[in-house]
């Protein structure tokens, strides 16, 4: 059913809407298919035909480079989800359509498991479809609720975080087990069948949900405040702000003419390893904070032409919008779980002689990524049910900012004991891979902290008619994570960075495990400062 934002909910104050279980079911799918391939693409990559080209010592870097442009990927079509759902179909009709084309893309991978044109489509297929859905089946869920059953909202969105890491868990645990045994073309096609259930879970519930209006002809939106802000003059004012965005604008330009003519003809003061993927990041970040600042420097013009709510709406996303920026020093630690300790397990020792190893099940070092799900599973009833209650009764407030900024900390923590592994492998001993569990604890706490907490405190902050799109941001927090890894990689290929790598007598691998704990305690640092004059707000539906 369709329904305008302040209509009466169907539900009951005490009652869960009807309709979660099933997107609950669709994500718990989804999820699995995604972690399925995603959890195997770096392992896959690295001993496949279709790096073959290259040398044996460069396939693994490869590898890494191949999955974080992925992931950038994939958490940069969520601006694109949003803005459709937002503007033109809803979230019901966007989500459905791209979830096609995501079962699209799985059904590539497994068929062209041979041919990289064929692979990589598929590749860019299944960031599109998931990228796309990303942000809005988030909202989707939020949708369900409004002031009378929000008390609610909290223990679904725990409940949705919950199955995707009971999907993660699995699929973890399993797909490399299927890629060993049977193939990547059944590896990969489980993740596509199970996508495939997933869209049909979320087509039955069709007739149940309650979906918002898209505001395709709001004239109070995000960008039309933003703009005439921008543009309208003021009496004895100058335009500061514009210029601002302008030059935002100008230098985002000049970063993707400098990659097109260095791609053409060559550029010898342009880094070799800009790229266009690393080049299009840069200039979307160059606009989204130019802009941003430019726009909140003049905001106030918008008064008069647009009304004061819309206005103080444009205000709050900015102000999420560096919330989400703090984060992204957590994403480029987190995402790397799957890529650098992948690579780093596959030079420890499996320790089949310790009585606790499940060594019927656990043979490879990619497997130790079901750590991360299953310890969401438990940290979450723990973290509402003893920490959070616990803290409350010593008279501290675990607030959503507070543990986000937390969740950051702890994430450095979690790589400064993977530096200390990796001085030990560098050191020539034998580690064993259960040394690993220690960071992975340490980075799933922070995960729940930040990740699980992000949910409700994304839906609460964003004005109705831009929670779609104020989601896709958050998400593209995610792209700007990978995209330090990426300007790390291409920075250490420098001479200069590596004589100073050499110089510390770390290996580049411990070196860079420490910088990016370093850059994760930095962010925590910041975050906590913001956080302390951050204005709350509360967005739910109103009845």
């Given at each position: 059913m369709t329904i305008p934002a302040t209509a009466a909910p169907a539900e009951s104050s005490s009652r869960l809407p009807r309709q979660i279980p099933y997107i609950i079911g669709n994500e718990g799918c989804e999820r699995f298919s995604f972690y399925g391939m995603r959890n195997i693409l770096v392992q896959f990559l690295a001993s496949s035909v279709l790096l073959a080209?290259?040398?044996?010592?460069?396939?693994?870097?490869?590898?890494?480079?191949?999955?974080?442009?992925?992931?950038?990927?994939?958490?940069?079509?969520?601006?694109?989800?949003?803005?459709?759902?937002?503007?033109?179909?809803?979230k019901y009709r966007t989500v459905l359509w791209f979830s096609l084309i995501y079962c699209a893309g799985h059904a590539c991978l497994a068929l062209f498991e041979n041919h990289r044109t064929g692979f990589y489509t598929g590749l860019f297929l299944i960031a599109l479809g998931s990228g796309g859905i990303k942000?809005?089946?988030?909202?989707?869920?939020?949708?369900?609720?409004?002031?009378?059953?929000?008390?609610?909202?909290?223990?679904?969105?725990?409940?949705?975080?919950?199955?995707?890491?009971f999907g993660s868990f699995f699929a973890s645990l399993l797909m490399p087990i299927f890629l060993r045994e049977l193939g990547p073309a059944v590896a990969f096609g489980i993740p596509g069948a199970l996508m495939f259930i997933a869209t049909f879970i979320f087509w039955l519930g069709r007739g149940q949900y309650v979906n918002v209006p898209p505001a395709s002809s709001d004239p109070d939106s995000f960008l039309h405040v933003a703009r005439t802000a921008l543009m309208k003059q003021a009496p004895g004012q100058g335009r500061g702000g514009y210029l601002v965005a302008m030059a935002g604008f100008a230098l985002a330009v000049g970063l993707l003419l400098g990659w097109a003519v260095h791609a053409t003809v060559g550029l010898s003061w342009w880094p070799e390893s800009f790229g266009f993927v690393i080049s299009a990041c840069l200039a979307l970040g160059v606009i989204i904070a130019f802009g941003g600042i430019g726009t909140s420097m003049q905001l106030d013009r918008a008064r008069g032409t647009h009304p004061d709510a819309a206005v103080d709406g444009?205000?709050?996303?900015?102000?999420?919008?560096?919330?989400?920026?703090?984060?992204?020093?957590?994403?480029?630690?987190?995402?790397?779980?799957?890529?650098?300790?992948?690579?780093?397990?596959?030079?420890?020792?499996?320790?089949?002689?310790?009585?606790?190893?499940?060594?019927?099940?656990?043979?490879?070092?990619?497997?130790?990524?079901?750590?991360?799900?299953?310890?969401?599973?438990?940290l979450i009833p723990f973290n509402n049910l003893v920490l959070y209650p616990a803290l409350q009764r010593m008279g501290f407030s675990p607030t959503p900012l507070r543990r986000m900024g937390a969740g950051i900390a702890f994430s450095g923590a979690a790589w400064i004991i993977a530096g200390i592994l990796q001085l030990w492998i560098d050191g020539g001993d034998p580690v064993s891979l259960a040394w690993q569990i220690l960071p992975y604890a340490l980075l799933t706490l922070g995960e729940v902290l930040v990740s699980a907490t992000a949910l409700e405190f994304a839906y609460s902050q964003a004005p109705q008619a831009m929670?779609?799109?104020?989601?896709a941001f958050w998400y593209l927090a995610s792209t700007f994570?990978?995209?330090?890894?990426?300007?790390?990689?291409?920075?250490?290929?420098?001479?200069?960075?590596?004589?100073?790598?050499?110089?510390?007598g770390l290996s580049e691998n411990a070196f860079l495990m420490f910088f990016f704990a370093g850059f994760a305690f930095l962010a925590a640092a910041a975050f906590a400062l913001y956080a302390r004059r951050y204005p709350m707000q509360d967005n739910y539906r109103r009845t």
């Open positions: 080209y290259l040398p044996e010592a460069e396939r693994a870097g490869m590898a890494k480079e191949v999955f974080h442009t992925f992931v950038i990927g994939v958490y940069f079509f969520p601006l694109l989800g949003g803005w459709l759902a937002d503007r033109f179909f809803g942000p809005l089946v988030v909202s989707f869920v939020g949708d369900q609720f409004d002031q009378t059953n929000k008390h609610l909202a909290r223990k679904v969105f725990d409940a949705f975080y919950w199955i995707i890491n444009v205000r709050a996303v900015l102000r999420i919008l560096i919330v989400f920026a703090l984060t992204t020093p957590f994403w480029s630690l987190f995402d790397q779980k799957a890529s650098t300790w992948v690579l780093q397990g596959n030079q420890m020792a499996m320790p089949h002689d310790a009585w606790w190893w499940p060594s019927f099940i656990v043979r490879d070092a990619a497997q130790m990524q079901a750590l991360n799900p299953a310890l969401v599973m438990l929670k779609g799109v104020i989601m994570g990978s995209l330090w890894v990426l300007l790390t990689n291409a920075g250490v290929r420098n001479e200069a960075v590596m004589s100073h790598i050499d110089a510390t």
